[in-house]
């Protein structure tokens, strides 16, 4: 049951744990780029760096995660 519990059943799909987050940082991506794009000061620059990589540091994550399930 050790295996599992990064997995969270919904009906009966086992996604992973990490597809929440992952699914976060791409919304607020996006809100971001779409909406603050075209005033991008220093700030902006440091929100969007923060932004892809988490994005892209649960996204691997979740991908690992999906990659070894045991089910």
């Known amino acids: ?3 599992m519990s990064s997995f969270v059943r919904i009906s ?8 929440f987050y992952t699914t976060f940082f791409f ?6 780029v779409v909406g603050y794009a075209r005033s991008l000061s220093l700030q902006g620059v440091f929100a969007l760096v923060f932004g892809v990589s988490g994005l892209v540091i649960t ?3 979740t991908w690992r995660q999906w990659r070894l399930k045991p089910v």
């Open 12 to 19: 009966h799909l086992m996604i992973p744990r990490y597809i």
């Open 27 to 32: 919304t607020l991506l996006i809100v971001f």
């Open 59 to 61: 996204g691997y994550e």
């Open 1 to 3: 049951m050790e295996a």
